[in-house]
């Protein structure tokens, strides 16, 4: 038992070293994950940004998920803001076009930190307008190279690096970041209507390891090489900031003491205005039509019916569980009663053995015997007047020679009746009247 218990503790304690471990494993994140989504956690996902840029700007900020168009109807009486987006340009495209340009005009801002995949990738579609040919600029990859580099190999390495400058101006004094080659991937074609934030120093060639680096790799662009990553132009009242480094507005670069800096001077550009990021993922999306088909939603948007509705399901489940509880029926196990006629038989064996009565055991034996000659086969050898057509009646009914059942009843009757008989004539007399109760029973 001690043995026992002491595998089932040491079983215990081994569970409880594994998922403490497992509690303070660090997690392992997905550096291909470049959704920029707002539920993802993954370095290059925009949960902890958003959840952080919502908490420390005191202007205001918040992840739109509606269609572009409503969020300008629902906003415009309500001051001017800053649009962030930080997603595909293909989406972004599709998205905006005109209705953008004339929102910027009447003196709301926007920041551009995206891809220039749609025209990259040969997608290009004349009838969709491109709002880069209005604000006159356009997205190039840094040495016309494309790059997938995105991994914790790339950024950890110290020594693959990128300078970044931001110049002077009217609000923030210049400074120097060092910034992975992972993020300088993008730079800005601008008109002069431009002023150029901030400028990339090509200190190394992207990384090129293990074919997870950089394609094509005679294109590179050499050491010294520059260009612009961060730009602005005023666009009748509003301000419009386009930037070349897209995942800089991640968990990653929130999270970066590096980064941080950057991305906020960034963001102050626009002025003190509550600020917008558009995530086309975003689950909030619900059109007009949706939400006045359904007549829960209404219930739902007002506080005391939320909260009858809410109280109506909880008193709906308690009801279920305790009216199935109040119609349960309890079925009693029955269990057969014990048969202690083995124990009955062991202890009168016993107390037989220890006395060695073998006279009283023989009598025990024959007076059974009589009674189920009685009752299986109605013959009666107790009495000494027929008892001779008695066994008769026997001899016929078991096979047995009449002299042998004769002889065998006056010596059963002799033991009976006499002081004392050995234990090797007392299982004789036995194994013959068992013979005979066998051979009737056939």
């Keep these: 038992m001690k043995v026992n218990s002491l595998f089932v503790v040491i079983i215990i304690a081994l569970m409880a070293v594994m998922i403490l471990f497992e509690i303070n494993a660090p997690s392992r994140f997905q550096w291909y994950d470049e959704s920029q989504s707002y539920k993802s956690k993954q370095p290059f996902g ?3 940004m958003d959840s952080v840029l919502r ?31 930080t997603n595909n340009y293909d989406d972004f495209c599709r998205s905006c076009d005109v209705d953008l340009l004339k929102w910027i005009k009447e003196g709301n801002n926007i920041v551009l930190a995206v891809y220039d995949n749609y025209h990259y990738y040969g997608y290009y579609d004349p009838d969709v307008k491109d709002i880069g040919e209005e604000l006159e600029f356009s997205f190039q990859p840094v040495g016309n190279i494309y790059t997938n580099h995105f991994d914790k190999k790339t950024l950890s390495d110290r020594t693959q690096y990128d300078t970044i400058e931001w110049r002077a101006d009217n609000k923030f004094a210049a400074a120097t970041y060092l910034i992975s080659t992972a993020f300088c991937v ?33 294109y590179a662009p050499e050491e010294g090489h520059t ?13 419009v900031v386009v930037v070349g480094m897209p995942m800089l507005f991640t968990n990653y670069g929130i999270l970066n003491d590096t980064i941080r800096p950057f991305v906020l001077r960034l963001l102050s550009e626009c002025g003190n205005k509550p600020i ?9 999306r619900t059109s007009k039509d949706q939400e006045s088909e359904s007549p829960l939603r209404y219930l739902l948007a007002n506080r005391p019916l939320r909260w009858a509705f809410y109280l109506a399901l909880a008193t709906l489940v308690a009801f279920v569980v305790f009216s199935a509880r109040r119609r349960q029926r309890v079925i009693p196990v029955i269990k057969p009663p014990v048969n202690h006629m083995m124990d009955f038989v062991k202890r009168i064996g016993g107390i037989y053995y220890k006395k060695h009565d073998n006279v009283d055991l023989l009598n025990k034996k024959y007076a059974a015997f009589c009674n189920d000659l009685r009752a299986k086969a109605m013959i009666d050898i107790e009495g000494n007047d027929y008892l001779d057509d008695e066994l008769l009646s026997l001899s016929n009914r078991t096979g047995l020679p009449f002299n042998q059942l004769q002889q065998l009843i006056r010596n059963v009757k002799n033991g009976v009746n006499a002081n004392w008989i050995s234990d090797k004539q007392l299982q004789q007399f036995i194994d013959a009247m068992n013979d005979i109760m066998h051979r009737i029973n056939i």
């Design 55 to 85: 908490t420390s700007l005191p202007q205001g900020y918040e992840v739109l998920g509606d269609d572009i168009e409503q969020y300008f109807d629902k906003k415009s009486k309500k001051g001017q803001h800053t649009l962030l987006f």
């Design 276 to 284: 917008v990021r558009y995530d086309p993922t975003y689950i909030s």
């Design 46 to 48: 925009c949960y902890v």
């Design 186 to 218: 993008e730079e800005l074609k601008l008109s002069s209507s431009f002023r150029t934030l901030a400028i990339l120093h090509k200190v190394k060639k992207p990384y090129d390891g293990d074919n997870e680096g950089v394609y094509y790799k005679s």
């Design 227 to 239: 260009a612009p990553v961060a730009a602005i132009r005023d666009y009748g009242k509003g301000k």
